[in-house]
């Protein structure tokens, strides 16, 4: 099965106005570099100078954050579906 | 000439034109409205607010709309109360309480996030609304919506409490309750985003939706006699409304409004079963790490703040400080805060209070000191919070004599 990835709105221009895309299995770390192979310029807004994923920007790995997993190094398999979502306000 | 210019990021300072996106493409960081201070400056002085309606819209020159507004005309100036008994338990000789479970229509302090951005919503064009609420939110979109016409599409939690249901389906919303915590209905409406065309308040109109809370901040230093307090402790969620607030008194400053500058210390107040901001405040962390919200405080359960850096870097810049407490003590606030002042708040002003407490007892504040609780939403809407834990009514015959034995009875005899 494939892996489905949800692409934000802001991150549309990169992938040809695409809502989501496909990626092979690995982990996020490797996902990032896979996205960046596809659509240049796109790994640079989600991570940044440190290496560190942007504070502003939350990575899902089957509805979870993965701040609450293994962070970049969370693994992702076939049949995973992973979203890319900016930081909401509140109420 | 408008009174807006364009949008900034306020993580790398990209600028953007005016028009419904609320993050950086660059960075994903807030966008923020840039006014246009040089056409607004000159318009603006006590006399002009003081001409204006008993309403947040006394500071229409400094909210981020072009005409008048479309909604939620009496929205706001709500009730700065002296806080008399309540600053005697806690040794605070000026303490106030902003009083927003008072504001008209819905009971919260979001009727002014609301009003405004459903105002730009139409300026923008849109003809349908939504927000992802953990109640408050939910009622004044649905209300206001109602009002001015437009569709409106709710997202709750599925466990949201009774009165906040209730309160967003009388006014004929779309209310969908959906089966998990208030953040992963939020990330369900991100995801959304776009796609439906809608102006989601909290995400595609948020520049404008957060500066609707500058008015609490506007409000409080007029009330106060033009004067900024010394201190304001603010109930965090999103973490959004404790950075507009201190915006709102800096923006006065700036215009030249206000006695004394900006001497205020901004304190955050979070429910400890949902504290990521409070945490890294007092471990001084520069990273929040989120939490999964386990607390009653269900208004302020939200454990990844989109807005938890801006908060925490207003509590460090204005050199306050932050504290959380228990479930227990959130309900013995509620009821401090009712039996001392005759205010019944929510869950979340039940927060506020025992952190002001907390505070004091820190010795943070000095007795003179000029504290300000934020108080933000009310006691009607969260009654599950409390129940079982005020006793109840004691059941007499309609005559004197039972009255009487009543009356003998320790539990009528307390005083607070």
Request: proline residues 6%; contains cysteine.
């Amino acid at each position: 099965m494939a892996i489905s990835v949800l692409i934000p709105t802001p991150l549309r221009k990169f992938t040809n106005n695409q809502e989501a895309v496909q990626a092979s299995p690995g982990s996020v770390a490797t996902l990032l570099a896979e996205l960046e192979a596809n659509f240049p310029g796109m790994e640079a807004r989600l991570i940044g100078p440190d290496g560190e994923l942007r504070r502003f920007v939350n990575i899902y790995v089957n509805e979870e954050d993965i701040r609450f997993l293994q962070g970049l190094q969370t693994p992702i398999a076939d049949g995973d579906s992973i979203s890319i979502v900016p930081a909401i306000a509140g109420g | 000439m408008p009174k807006t210019l364009g949008m900034r990021c306020r993580e790398c300072g990209e600028e953007y034109p005016l028009s419904p996106i609320h993050v950086c493409e660059l960075c994903f960081g807030p966008l923020e409205v840039i006014m246009n201070w040089e056409e607004i400056a000159p318009r603006v002085s006590r006399k002009s607010i003081q001409a204006g309606p008993p309403s947040m819209w006394r500071y229409h020159d400094l909210l981020p709309v072009e005409g008048p507004p479309c909604v939620g005309h009496n929205v706001g100036f709500t009730p700065l109360v002296k806080a008399e008994r309540l600053g005697k338990k806690l040794g605070l000789n000026n303490l106030y309480i902003k009083n927003d479970a008072v504001n008209h229509p819905t009971l919260s302090f979001k009727d002014r996030v609301v009003a405004t951005a459903l105002t730009k919503a139409r300026e923008f064009g849109f003809d349908t609304v939504a927000c992802a609420s953990t109640g408050n939110l939910a009622n004044s979109v649905a209300a206001h919506a109602a009002e001015g016409g437009f569709k409106a599409y709710i997202f709750i939690p599925s466990d949201l409490e009774q009165g906040k249901v209730l309160g967003t389906l009388v006014y004929g919303a779309n209310v969908l309750a959906v089966k998990g915590n208030y953040d992963e209905v939020n990330r369900l409406c991100a995801e959304a985003g776009g796609k439906y065309g809608w102006a989601f308040v909290n995400i595609t109109l948020r520049p404008y939706y957060g500066d609707g809370s500058k008015t609490f901040g506007y409000e409080i230093a007029e009330q106060l006699g033009w004067r900024a307090p010394d201190h304001i402790v603010v109930p965090c969620a999103g973490g959004s409304l404790i950075s507009k607030i201190y915006k709102g008194l800096n923006e006065m400053n700036r215009l030249g409004l206000l006695e004394n500058g900006v001497p205020t210390r901004m304190y955050a107040a979070q429910a400890t079963g949902c504290s990521p901001i409070t945490t890294a405040i007092q471990t001084n962390a520069e990273v929040f790490r989120p939490q999964k919200p386990n607390t009653i405080a269900k208004s302020i359960a939200i454990g990844n703040p989109a807005d938890g850096y801006v908060a925490m870097d207003t509590v460090r810049k204005s050199a306050g400080w932050a504290a959380d407490v228990t479930d227990d003590e959130v309900i013995e606030g509620i009821k401090l805060l009712g039996s001392t002042e005759g205010i019944f708040t929510e869950t979340a002003g039940g927060v506020t209070v025992m952190v002001t407490k907390k505070l004091a007892e820190q010795g943070r504040f000095g007795a003179d000191d000029l504290v300000v609780i934020a108080i933000t939403g009310n006691g009607l809407k969260t009654q599950e919070a409390v129940q079982g834990h005020l006793g109840a009514p004691v059941l007499i015959q309609p005559n004197l004599d039972a009255l009487d034995q009543a009356l003998q009875t320790d539990k009528l005899l307390q005083v607070v």
